[in-house]
């Protein structure tokens, strides 16, 4: 018998039987999809149908249960988007079901090696202790090449560790990728050599399926210091592939675009935490943008923390990673944000910034405020 | 001025204010992502900020209204997934939204040419006329090559039309991927050769990055008849990629595993038909899995049939697609789902068939039922 792993559902249910049954339903629906009279015994009954584990009341007070359901290693095949498929694939239809946790087993962490830096290799190349890391944005699109290095350079003039494309900057003709990458490479390294900073810029290369690998090396040979992927629309598989890739070794930062619907109905998806952080660590992310509490966006503070205490708890292997809360950050929630997060956390500050008459001296005041 | 494409958002509102409010914010986070007292003028202002055309009450009676917004083509930059993050990117994130159309523009039809052969090229394929095409899946993971090419050929011998793949049949060592697809290709030609049919086989290509289209052509050398991949996985730039490769020919069948948090929360995500039509027929799905109503999924009978309207409405372009409705279908069925869809269909019956002691007896008993 192959090593199992697990995954908690919660399943509404207006009773024990009833949850027992769409428990027992999903362990079919997620590995056999075949009525359970017709699944052949021996081989396919015994390891590859999903078991059901547990079944308890939700300790949360929903109107249902937790129900824990392992599946086989042997399931997997070594593909990271059929352990996705047997974690949620066809039960993401189904309503009244959320993913809990997802409990690891060692044939998981070997197919899933992690992020290859996480928070302390990011801390390093910022060149900063135990202390939080900071990250801004050059927007909006429309603006040309040369007014986006601009914004990249007064970001690194005023102290940011990391200056990230806007996720909406693709390869429109205002500002084609690589022009952009180069002169927002150029601008950073120009404004390192003033403040004897370390800055780094980090390209956005989601896009075309055949050009995101492509882009990637690119942004390497050319000196960017990560890069950025949305994985809810490029495939959830892009991010561990470049982060197990030998030939590529920059960060990984991802960003939420189009993964809403995944985790904010109480009826559907993914928790909060097994969505940005487990899974995320799993794919290889570095660093995981998501809506921070309070802006906005509608999470609530706890949902928050749990995203960062998934990015830090031990997985039995893949490293801890930032927490990169972001979207209407302001400079007077600097003190709320570090008493929530404390310091292993990236603030992601754009907008704020973009609307102060002078971008570099409010990066200053922002990393004043931050290391108070 | 560049042409402009719309979406027409459902947002959740107490009144009129609020609701315009919202959508002005949807305007301003789809595209500038940034204050509006910080859009600078000009070219980002008047060209790529998102523009309110219209505001109405609901007329399906929830409790809200619908927003019409208007984006440029100059902000897609010839990207697919950049038109999904200007449609729903960071706006997926915030509950009481949900995308309800989507209004193409003579850009983007340029840049989604759509399905390959369509409703009617795999008609033609099939050497069928204007009736329902069959297909049927082999499972469960678990089987044999050796048994899952055995029921190909069953399914072949009694006249299903496409014979896929399971979505959770990948690479495992009991049936790798390579030699499955050949086993099954042999055996649906032998079945062929036997009946003078046409049957086709499928193979699922979901994997890892950067096998996927490897794959699908490794697929078209060896024989298969379509492939299938689930988007909301392996990401929604592949399918097209596929779609618009000169050296690739087969039809592909989409399946919606890790989809269903797109469009089962009222409050989030997409309508079925903006999600299941229009985007999978821009991306150039010939067919559409998604689960039936009255099966062990919860969509609605209006909900499949607004599916099946989108596959085949004039979108001026791309071509007619075919909606297979799949999940818990059975014999008994036969006529309600003849009366819901009419000709203008694929029915997919799986788990049913497999019930049954003699396959092919039951495939062909199914076929009579659905040409009856």
């Known amino acids: 018998m192959a090593p199992r792993f697990a995954v908690t559902y919660f399943v509404r249910a207006a009773d024990e039987a009833e949850a027992k049954a769409r428990a027992l339903d999903i362990a079919l629906e997620q590995t056999v999809e075949i009525p359970r009279n017709a699944v052949p015994s021996g081989y396919v009954e015994d390891e590859i149908l999903g078991r059901l584990e547990t079944l308890e009341t939700d300790p949360a007070g929903r109107p249902g249960y937790l129900a824990t359901i392992s599946y086989s290693e042997d399931d997997v095949g070594g593909d990271f988007l059929q352990f996705l498929n047997i974690v949620f694939g066809n039960s993401s239809i189904k309503p009244g079901l959320k993913v809990e946790d997802i409990h690891l087993s060692p044939g998981l962490l070997q197919l899933c090696k992690g ?42 003039l005023g ?28 601008a950073v ?12 810029f980090v390209p956005n290369i989601t896009g075309p399926a055949t050009a995101i690998i492509e882009r990637a090396k690119t942004a ?21 592939t470049l982060a197990a890739d030998p030939d590529f070794a920059l960060p990984i930062v991802s960003h939420p675009a189009f993964s809403g619907a995944n985790v ?9 935490r ?10 290889g992310a570095d660093a995981v943008i998501y809506p921070n509490f309070g802006g906005r966006f509608g999470f609530t503070r706890d949902e928050c923390l749990s995203i960062a205490r998934a990015c830090a708890e031990d997985l039995g292997g893949p490293k801890a990673i930032v927490a990169a ?33 002078n971008l570099v001296d409010a990066c200053r005041r922002l990393v004043a405020a931050v290391y108070k």
């Not at 429109?172 to 022009?179: H, I, L, N």
């Open 115 to 156: 992020p290859r830096h996480g928070i302390s290799g990011l801390r390093e190349q910022a060149g900063i202790g135990q202390t939080p890391l900071l990250m801004s944005a050059i927007k909006p699109v429309g603006l040309t090449t040369r007014e986006l290095a601009r914004l990249a350079r007064d970001f690194a």
């Open 159 to 186: 102290g940011m560790h990391y200056v990230k494309d806007d996720h909406g900057l693709v390869d429109q003709k205002t500002s084609p990728f690589e022009e952009r990458l180069r002169a927002c490479v150029d």
């Open 189 to 200: 390294g120009d404004a390192n050599a003033t403040t004897g900073g370390k800055t780094r």
């Open 220 to 240: 390497q040979e050319l000196g960017a210091g990560a890069v950025m992927i949305a994985p809810a629309l490029a495939g959830y598989d892009v991010v561990r």
């Open 264 to 272: 904010v109905s109480p009826d559907c998806g993914f928790s909060h």
């Open 274 to 283: 097994s969505f940005f952080g487990t899974l995320h660590r799993l794919m």
């Open 325 to 357: 809360p972001g979207g209407g950050m302001t400079f007077a929630r600097v003190p709320e944000m570090r008493d929530a997060y404390g310091n292993d956390v990236m603030y992601l500050v754009g907008g704020a910034l973009l609307q102060e008459p």
